[in-house]
């Protein structure tokens, strides 16, 4: 059988990651700033998840006649309707602001919609209402996720390799998480209770491709001890460049069919994470390798504090 | 890394079987299911809410009211037996998660004490065999009952349980299949009813308290006499029920003033049934023995009295008796619609609710907007799984076929592991599927690169794969073992559609990793030893 591999990424690339670290640097640096920037003065689009209210999802008879929807709507003095055609023509997406009277008043304000749509409306494809107090808990709920499962990252990372990568991970890591903040908030795509799921699965992708980085990082480190730090994490990085490259593809390839065949309910969700895989690639190369250099890695392991001479070909297994 | 024991291979193979016997009956009708022997796995895939349609509620039992209504009923008793055993008091009432009250000349000898006890010492007697489950502390002539926690902790857990059960009873007898009903920490009820895509009914049937009391009316002040402004002693306001028709036009509501004193109560109900009478809708009801000869005593006394049938604090109706109702049955009639009557009767039979019940949350979706998320999850799959295998074939020619079937295994093994645990697939865990295609293909890629590497410099054919799987192994165990962890932390903290999407990455890792080190290395060790190549096409 004729094997014909095309080599996609060639592989002995010498690219040099750690000198161009400083473009890099600023880049993430105005990134970080950006996000924060946005997220302070803009904040999030928060979806009925967080900051309770309604959401219903018709299907008009016909292709929709959003003005007049919103016509019959704004008349009921719900406050704030937001009305988008989703996913098709005949599909709306109806947003009411969280309502007053506690969780009553939500289930109150549903009956009038229903009541007003009428006969404009063939079918409730959904029907959701978040009371006050859900929404304060899942806000909870969702910080306190993230930052455990960081944590959680971060000590498997220190009990498996030196602190420095640890440190390293959790600056990547965190470096993800607020550019996915800022990326919701500047592009006003609606936060919600997936997005945070989105935010752990991107933290998973990402530390996933740094570990490998690291990983390489580490065996170099005992096999080259004369090398220079910056040329021994240039190699170790162009060394799984051709890895990381083809499983981002890969999951990207898979992502882009979510996000363009998945259908309207899942396509924010395919959003965050087609984002998140392309910056937890990034970080892994220009944040977590350069704070590991910077934390002098290069003393720990040949101080010898883990040392080890890893470098013989291992005895075959099996 | 080159050798397989025999063991091993058979346990490859068998992994892959037991995967494939689980995966197939998603494959099969209902009927085919049925007809398969009964050690063959027969359980599939659990859809979600969100994929076959549904509602999902969450209640919150109001626990703080059940207490408060228990400490007021303690109130109640208290005065009782004071007053019964005739010693002075004032001040009497809750405060906060207690009640107090004051003796009166608490040093003086206390009038139907035995032993000469003083008035505080004969009260504080009585009062701590009041109640069980209760601790009394005297501060001078000031006497404070409080539950002790364990106490406080039962009764809410029981407060729960009963609210449970008459969601359940509820839940059942709408006739609805296979509805899950669970605790959710202190205070919460999850109820989940597949295939329901308009719950008002059932939330509407649900959230009512349904207590339901039967009083009599304070005469002086029949029906469109002038109210006074505050309600008299020993009586409260009620206000006559309304039918839709009469809520929209938001015509006024007739107030009765009805006295506290329970004459029966609903809990001494055994049966409710709609019926009609003379054509319009009512219900009716039959007492048990006790409830019938309390209705028949009460009745017989109040003949020409006019009496209100209460429910939830509203008036259902308020006829006047004609005549002693001894049998224990009765019929309420009121301005109802068949519907009502039927929803009325259910409530009543299934009991009053402990507590009141708010809903915190609602989801519904419809089974249409089920079936199109199916349908598009399906599509979504199928393309980024094509374009996988297209890539991977590119990008490692052979190797890379050897991947795809390793992948074609991985979701093999996927539907049958969510089969076996009976896991719920939801929209966003179809998406998990979707992704651990992508990320699945991973370890793969790393022992291929490594073998590259190892090809590079200069390494056999045979040593290069060694090599290459022995040193590719830790890297695969780290990356995936962080990537769980997120995982696992996402399964305890998410909710229904996002746990769904935790457990299909999670068992898409373990499947993944399974799959690439096992066997893909099995296929790749066994072709290497049919053809003795001097380069490998990698």
């Given at each position: 059988m004729a094997a014909f591999p095309i080599k996609l990424i060639p592989a002995d690339t010498k690219i040099d990651f750690i000198g161009s670290r400083k473009i890099a640097y600023i880049f993430s640096g105005l990134l970080m700033l950006v996000s924060v920037g946005f997220f302070a003065f803009q904040g999030l689009n928060f979806g009925i998840d967080f900051k309770g209210g309604i959401l219903i999802e018709v299907r008009t008879p016909g292709p929709a006649n959003i003005d007049a929807l919103r016509g019959k709507l704004s008349g009921l003095g719900l406050g704030e309707v937001a009305l988008q055609e989703f996913g098709q023509a005949t599909d709306?997406?109806?947003?009411?602001?969280?309502?007053?009277?506690?969780?009553?008043?939500?289930?109150?304000?549903?009956?009038?919609?229903?009541?007003?749509?009428?006969?404009?409306?063939?079918?409730?494809?959904?029907?959701?209402?978040?009371?006050?107090?859900?929404?304060g808990e899942l806000i909870e709920a969702g910080i306190l996720a993230v930052v455990l499962s960081l944590l959680a990252i971060m000590v498997y990372v220190w009990f498996r390799f030196e602190w420095q990568f640890s440190i390293g991970a959790i600056v990547a890591l965190t470096h993800d998480v607020i550019s996915t903040i800022g990326v919701f908030s500047i592009t006003e795509h609606e936060f919600n209770l997936a997005t945070v799921a989105a935010i752990l699965t991107i933290a998973g992708y990402s530390i996933n491709d740094t570990v490998?980085?690291?990983?390489?990082?580490?065996?170099?480190?005992?096999?080259?001890?004369?090398?220079?730090?910056?040329?021994?994490?240039?190699?170790?990085?162009?060394?799984?460049?051709?890895?990381?490259?083809?499983?981002?593809?890969?999951?990207?390839?898979?992502?882009?069919?979510?996000f363009f065949f998945g259908g309207a309910v899942i396509q924010d969700f395919a959003f965050a994470l087609i984002w998140g895989v392309v910056i937890g690639t990034f970080s892994s190369i220009f944040v977590a390798s350069p704070v590991v250099m910077m934390l002098n890695i290069r003393e720990s392991i040949s101080g010898g504090t883990i040392g080890g001479n890893e470098t013989s070909q291992g005895t075959p297994a099996e | 890394m080159i050798h397989f024991a025999r063991w091993k291979i058979i346990l490859i193979f068998a992994v892959c079987a037991?995967?494939?016997?689980?995966?197939?009956?998603?494959?099969?009708?209902?009927?085919?299911?049925?007809?398969?022997?009964?050690?063959?796995?027969?359980?599939?895939?659990?859809?979600?809410?969100?994929?076959?349609?549904?509602?999902?509620?969450?209640?919150?039992?109001?626990?703080?009211?059940?207490?408060?209504?228990?400490?007021?009923?303690?109130?109640?008793?208290?005065?009782?037996?004071?007053?019964?055993?005739?010693?002075?008091?004032?001040?009497?009432?809750?405060?906060?998660?207690?009640?107090?009250?004051?003796?009166?000349?608490?040093?003086?000898?206390?009038?139907?004490?035995?032993?000469?006890?003083?008035?505080?010492?004969?009260?504080?007697?009585?009062?701590?065999?009041?109640?069980?489950?209760?601790?009394?502390?005297?501060?001078?002539?000031?006497?404070?009952?409080?539950?002790?926690?364990?106490?406080?902790?039962?009764?809410?857990?029981?407060?729960?349980?009963?609210?449970?059960?008459?969601?359940?009873?509820?839940?059942?007898?709408?006739?609805?299949?296979?509805?899950?009903?669970?605790?959710?920490?202190?205070?919460?009820?999850?109820?989940?009813v597949p295939g329901l895509a308009n719950p008002e009914r059932l939330i509407a049937l649900i959230g009512k308290t349904a207590k339901m009391t039967f009083h009599l009316l304070d005469e002086r002040f029949a029906p469109g006499m002038p109210l006074p402004t505050v309600a008299p002693a020993g009586s409260f306001f009620a206000k006559q029920r309304q039918s839709r028709e009469e809520q929209q036009r938001k015509a006024p509501a007739t107030t009765y003033v009805v006295k506290k004193r329970v004459m029966v109560s609903g809990e001494n109900l055994v049966d409710s049934q709609p019926t009609f009478e003379r054509g319009r809708p009512v219900v009716s009801f039959r007492f048990d023995t006790i409830g019938g000869k309390k209705f028949g005593r009460v009745t017989q006394a109040n003949v020409g009295k006019p009496f209100a049938i209460v429910l939830d604090n509203e008036v259902i109706s308020a006829p006047v008796i004609q005549e002693p109702i001894l049998g224990g049955t009765g019929i309420i009639s009121g301005s109802f619609t068949v519907s009502e009557t039927q929803d009325l009767a259910l409530l009543l039979r299934a009991g009053a609710l402990p507590a009141p019940m708010t809903v915190l949350e609602q989801r519904s979706v419809g089974p249409d907007l089920g079936a199109d998320s199916i349908a598009a999850g399906e599509i979504a799959c199928l393309i980024g799984f094509v374009l996988v295998l297209v890539f991977m074939m590119l990008a490692y020619g052979l190797f890379g076929i050897f991947a795809n079937i390793a992948l074609l295994l991985n979701m093999v093994l996927i539907v049958g592991g969510l089969s076996l645990l009976q896991a719920t697939l939801t929209l966003p865990g179809i998406a998990g599927i979707v992704l651990t295609i992508g990320m699945a293909v991973d370890a793969n890629v790393l022992i291929f690169e490594r073998i590259r590497e190892e090809v590079q410099s200069g390494r056999s054919p045979l040593s290069s794969i060694d090599a290459g799987y022995q040193r590719a192994l830790t890297t695969i165990i780290d990356a995936n073992l962080t990537t769980f962890i997120a995982a696992v932390i996402l399964f305890e903290f998410g909710s229904g559609p996002i746990k769904g999407f935790a457990v299909t990455l999670s068992i898409g890792l373990l499947t993944s990793m399974f799959t690439a080190i096992m066997v893909t290395r099995l296929m790749v060790v066994t072709w290497l030893r049919r053809r003795r190549l001097q380069t490998l096409p990698i």
């Open positions: 709306v997406l109806i947003r009411i602001e969280r309502q007053p009277g506690g969780e009553e008043g939500q289930k109150v304000a549903v009956a009038t919609v229903k009541t007003a749509l009428g006969s404009d409306v063939a079918s409730y494809r959904r029907t959701e209402f978040v009371g006050p107090k859900v929404g490998v980085v690291f990983d390489r990082i580490r065996e170099n480190l005992r096999k080259f001890k004369a090398m220079p730090i910056e040329e021994l994490l240039n190699l170790s990085l162009n060394q799984t460049l051709s890895r990381t490259l083809l499983t981002s593809i890969t999951t990207l390839l898979a992502l882009l069919a979510i | 037991l995967g494939i016997a689980l995966g197939i009956p998603n494959l099969l009708t209902n009927e085919q299911r049925a007809a398969l022997p009964d050690w063959a796995p027969k359980s599939t895939l659990n859809l979600g809410l969100d994929l076959r349609g549904g509602s999902h509620l969450l209640l919150e039992v109001d626990i703080k009211t059940a207490f408060k209504e228990r400490i007021s009923n303690l109130v109640q008793a208290m005065r009782q037996e004071l007053r019964t055993n005739r010693i002075g008091y004032t001040r009497i009432g809750p405060r906060g998660d207690s009640a107090q009250v004051v003796i009166r000349e608490p040093d003086k000898k206390a009038n139907r004490a035995s032993d000469g006890q003083t008035n505080l010492e004969f009260a504080t007697r009585l009062l701590r065999r009041l109640e069980p489950g209760t601790q009394v502390d005297v501060s001078g002539a000031q006497i404070t009952i409080s539950y002790t926690p364990d106490e406080i902790r039962n009764r809410n857990n029981q407060v729960l349980q009963q609210s449970i059960e008459i969601v359940r009873r509820r839940v059942d007898a709408f006739g609805t299949t296979e509805p899950t009903i669970q605790r959710q920490g202190a205070d919460r009820i999850l109820v989940q």
